[in-house]
């Protein structure tokens, strides 16, 4: 999962980036509407963690001009505790949840999970293909019941497989799931970490499509 957050405050920013990739997720942040806007024009995000109060505008003005546009990233919005009209605002102009600060960032990475789940379509908290079950929250992995050891990377690039398990996902796209802007992408880094999946989970369990990319089989 790849996750924007809009926070001002840099040691609140710093700490969420933090927190949230030690539960897997890979994290961009800006700290204004502006910076916000431009980011979500040039790449795609799974979910938006979207702080009410920024230096150049309100987040719920933001998030009412997402809407209108037709964006549908899931949005999570952040709010002080006593600001119930705020959590009100927010969720009848499209925000998908909100937390109230100080929060828990377990529970933050455990509602960016569910949100991110319902825009997919699907209520189970576990994806299941082939035998091959993946637990988001546990970050772990299980091929036929018997836990199977992958790395951040690895766990990322099968997620991003099974999320859409038959449909086929680009080198581009993968790698756009997985690092943030400030992350260095090696030229054969997909590649490496498909080889890692099939030696682990099955070699026939993901198929490379010549000239697009993988995807995850759901057939025999």
Not at 57 to 75: H, M, Q
Request: glycine fraction near 8%.
């Amino acid at each position: 999962m790849r996750v924007l957050t809009v926070e001002d405050d840099p040691i609140l920013a710093d700490g969420l980036a933090a927190g949230l990739r030690l539960a897997g997720v890979a994290v961009d942040t800006v700290a204004c509407c502006a910076d916000a806007r431009a980011a979500l024009k040039t790449t795609s995000f799974d979910a938006l963690v979207l702080d009410v109060m920024l230096p150049d505008g309100s987040g719920l003005d933001l998030l009412k001009e997402l809407r209108a546009a037709g964006n549908r990233t899931p949005v999570l919005l952040l709010t002080a505790l006593d600001e119930v009209r705020n959590r009100i605002e927010g969720l009848d102009r499209g925000a998908d949840d909100y937390l109230g600060k100080p929060f828990d960032l377990d529970e933050l990475a455990a509602r960016l999970r569910a949100v991110a789940r319902r825009g997919e379509g699907r209520a189970a908290p576990c994806l299941n293909v082939r035998g091959v079950v993946l637990d988001p929250a546990q970050l772990s992995v299980a091929v036929n019941g018997k836990p199977v050891s992958l790395s951040r990377r690895e766990f990322a690039v099968l997620s991003t497989l099974m999320e859409r398990p038959g449909a086929v996902r680009s080198k581009f796209e993968i790698e756009d799931r997985l690092y943030g802007w400030q992350e260095e992408v090696e030229s054969n880094a997909i590649e490496v970490h498909v080889h890692n999946l099939r030696s682990k989970i099955g070699r026939d369990t993901i198929e490379t499509v010549r000239g697009l990319g993988y995807r995850m089989r759901i057939g025999s």
